[in-house]
């Protein structure tokens, strides 16, 4: 009898603090009228040496200290941990989150807008233009994060082999495509094409003018399909069925060994895929070159983008001026970004983080080229209107799948789209997010 | 039967059992480049202690910390939930009361729910108390081992005879104190495998760290490994400090292994399943 | 005997309250939220939960791809889990048997790979099955372990090769509980060591293997482990591959409600085929 009380009163315990979690907030904004006395902030992020960065600031503002908790990285289990955080009320003041993942949390309503933040707007002209189309979603009078770093994209090559084989670096995707059946006939892949993960696909479809999702208010319209799209994965499929690209799995030492060994010739990638191919690809040094992203057409100057995160202020803080700040600083001071990007290679998403000196040099690895020059434009050519879903790691989930069993021989890249595009409107309708059919 | 045809089948079978583990020493003694470049199962330059060096001062030794942490997470909660399981699987097996076989079906039951599905429920319920993100958050929940009670009902059912306990009821010991002084003792080999059990179970499991956990201080082994593992896509590096650190997790596992073994050495007799 | 009623709460009260605590209250949770569904206003209207009956669960019934992961896993586990229990028990009957030497040595060899935490050896395994850097090159150069046809097989090895040891074991200390007299008998018959095994040792050690059996059952609805590290190596494994895959992703989108639902059909499917097994095993006892 005793037992059966004891389950009653937890079960009546939790089911006070769930309705507890989500009713009572709205979408205003909260306000940003500082604390009064010392504050303590907490911030989660998996960003690696992050303790370094922070405690430059907790030497510096003994009022607002800041303390860190870490984790694996978002998919890997830290946002699933933000998720039930806010569901409790017991979210961090701050956390890391990449621009895909951050309209899912605009969605269960777990984000502070920010825009009442003087020094938040105010802040807004020194980002990259579309990084900070990637925090406001495009609404007025809204900010929901503060630009972390970028991911614009670029076209690593083994300048050696090209130039021994006498492949023209390609400019355009058609020229990609021939010197894809040179590099062929020379014994290698011109590249691996990412099957699981779906962000470097993005990255091309953001280029070619996809535009995967858009809101208006009132309902969502999820068009994975559109002609933008359609192009880029047709074009994908091209090189597939025509066995000019491998297919090994991203992220893998199989893929590091393929980079290495000289199997794979080219990876259009982020500006972070230089540090990629340091440490996967050792034996390569010198060996590598960067050049601009190939165009859809001749003489365009357009670059996509691969990753990038910001700091949000979650939900419930009670000091959302102080994490405001401590988040401003952190992306947008010399001495953080500086420091971001020599602990964990972090290409700030601000203008003048373009120029820190570490960003500035030749890079021996790439034969003494200045790469992040090279970055540093594209970053200026990325497209400021490209909008994530709010159920992104589904999506990606369905299109991997597809992906894989496209790369497999088992349908197409085209069939995998539209599997996502009708998994995905039946996701947001599932959770009862309004959506144009 | 010739002796034969036995020991070639346990050799094959101690081959397949300890390839992978040897594998896995061979690569944590291998620099990153000769990871990928050199034979698998076959030395490099042995550079065992230089990666051990590498882990164990990576990040002011995070990793022994984990290490640590894990033994007193692991330890004190197989301790403590064998002697629970013992104490409840003994009263299942030897009294006889009203609702004692739906109390037994219900702890069975448990063993049935995915443990996915227990996350969010218990994080909120550590979080009503405000004490997730704490040692206790990980420790109370692992102290539950709901297979544990099964194995001690039947270790108690065919170990300790009913004649017993009226004897020493008839001396005048309380139950509790028969409990501990007599059964527990006949129990013994009986508890040691349940503790052994609950201590590995303990040990693999990290969705709990992962869910309660924000500290890094706290973590136990596997969940720090698990977020350099993801961590592999920025910083390559990780990688080998990964291996190193898998071999070395494994290795207190062993040893509790070997000191547990003893207790088995003159058969499990009074306390095995029947 | 008869429970005196302090002695009684004093042995269950502490693990029934944690069990309460960290089992019941949870599972009760979970089937609450199972019966919740969410409604908003607007693309970004705040979450509200309201009461949906049993929409939730009209969605599982009509997800075709948990439905077919539920029947993958049933094919892995009518091939993986007699495979494994039958090594398990050959390994136990001969290390009871007398004809092996170093008993203690294998014992602690068949153990090791139990100790190895899932993930970490689902990782060991991935570089063993890759096609360039696994010993077994002259094996993996000519088979893709991790098609789409061999992948589940590849795993079920994986699954094999840690929990050998820990079935083993439960058999292995079951076989040491059978009192010597009951040798005698078969000695006196001039039986040898087959049958011996066969007559004597497997009937009574019957009750050890059902238990395994049940238990591998239970395991094996619940892959979760394995899939989760072999996506990121082999393509053919999707987001859905195995039941509990389905609900990791499921609750990671964040969809609670759905997710909790899965569970629960999930556990009571493992509930009704441990509870088919252990009807039919008992028939079986009764002839």
Redesign the interface.
Known sequence: M??LS??LV??L???A???GG??E???ASTGCAPSEGNVTL?Y?T?I?GIENVVKVWNDKNPNIQVKV?????G???T???F???L????A?DLGHIEYDALP?F????GLTNLADCTEVTAAKDQFVDWTWGQVTFGEENAVYGIPQDAGPMALFYRKDLFEKNNIPVPATWDEYAVAAEKVKAAGGYITNFS??DINQFAGFAWQAGGRWFA??????TVNLQDEATTKVAGYWQGLIDAKLVS?V?P????W??AY?TGQAWTWTSAV?GA??IM??A??TKGKWAVAPMPQWTSGATVAGNWGGSSTAVFKGSKHPYEAAKFALWLNTSEEALTLLNSE??LYPATKAGAKLPALSEGVEFYGGQKIYDVFATASTQVAPDFVWG??M??TY??A??GF??A??G?GTLLDALKTTQTKTVE?LK?????VAE | MKRVTPMVVMGAATFYFLIPIWWLFVAASKSRSEFTGTTPLWFADFALTDNLGELFAYRDGVFLRWMLNSVVYTGGAALLGTILAAMCGYALAKYRFRGREAIFNVILGGVLVPATALALPLFLIFSRFEATNTFWSVFLPSLVNPFGVYLARIYAGASVPDELLEASRLDGSGEIRTFFTISSRLMFPALVTIFLFHFVAVWNNFLLPLIMLGEERLFPVTLGLYTWNTQVNQLPELRMLVLTGALVSIVPLVIAFLLLQRFWRNGLGSGAIK | MRAPKKALLFFILPFGLLFTAFYLAPILYAIKQSLYRVERTGTFGPAVEVFGGLTQYQRVFADGPFWESIGRVLLFGVVQVPVMLGLALLLALLLDSGLVKGRRFFRLAFFVPYAVPGVVAAIMWGFLYSPSLSPFDAVTGNVDLLSADLVLWSMANVVTWVYVGYNMLIIYSSLLAIPQEVYEAARIDGAGAIRTAWAIKIPLVMPAIVLTTVFSIIGTLQLLAEPQVFRTFSSAVSSTYTPNLTVYSTSSIPNFHLAAAFSVVLALATCLLSFAFLKVTQRGGDK
């Open positions: 005793r037992a004891v389950v937890s079960a315990a939790l089911g603090c769930s309705s989500s009713s907030n709205t979408a907490t989660t998996w690696p908790q870490t984790g694996p990285n998919n890997g289990g946002y699933a941990n998720f039930n955080q569901k409790a009320g017991n961090p899912s605009r969605v269960q309503d099957q699981s809101n208006d208010g009132s309902k969502w297919a799995p992220w893998t030492t199989e590091d060994n290495n972070w540090n990629s440490s996967g050792p034996d964990a290679q709010p159920t790691t589904s989930a369905t991997s799948d894989k069993a790369v497999s088992n996701n599932s959770q009862s997010i309004p």
